[in-house]
């Protein structure tokens, strides 16, 4: 019998056959919840997000661009999405409110 090298799937690719339609971060804030996954989704993500700021030749740190997009899905969607978050991603920084969910106005958290 011959055995075949099974390449694994990444992260964001299984998050596009969940939802191909929807923005990956937002499917990844929805889906994941476990921690690995979303360490895995987050690199894969600021790799990504690498590509295109390369492409656009803009000098800005891909990691840091990623946490605060991320940062602001997941605060956008509030409650448990952004507590699960933080939790894995401790102050993942927010483009308008900051750098944790304490500092989120009442309402958002």
Do not use: C
């Not at 799937?9 to 804030?29: F, M």
């Amino acid at each position: 019998m011959k055995y075949m090298e099974i390449e694994p799937i990444s992260v964001i690719e299984r998050l596009k056959q969940i939802d191909p339609k929807r923005n990956v971060a937002y499917v990844a804030a929805d889906h994941l919840t476990d921690p690995l996954d979303m360490i895995r989704f987050m690199n894969e993500y600021a790799a990504l997000t690498a590509e295109y700021l390369a492409s656009k030749g803009m000098k800005i740190d891909p990691f840091e661009a990623a946490a605060t997009d991320m940062g602001y899905v997941t605060n956008h969607m509030g409650g448990e999405t952004a507590r699960r978050w933080s939790e894995v991603f401790e102050g993942l920084p927010h483009p308008y409110f900051g750098n944790s969910l304490s500092s989120l106005p009442g309402d958002l958290k």
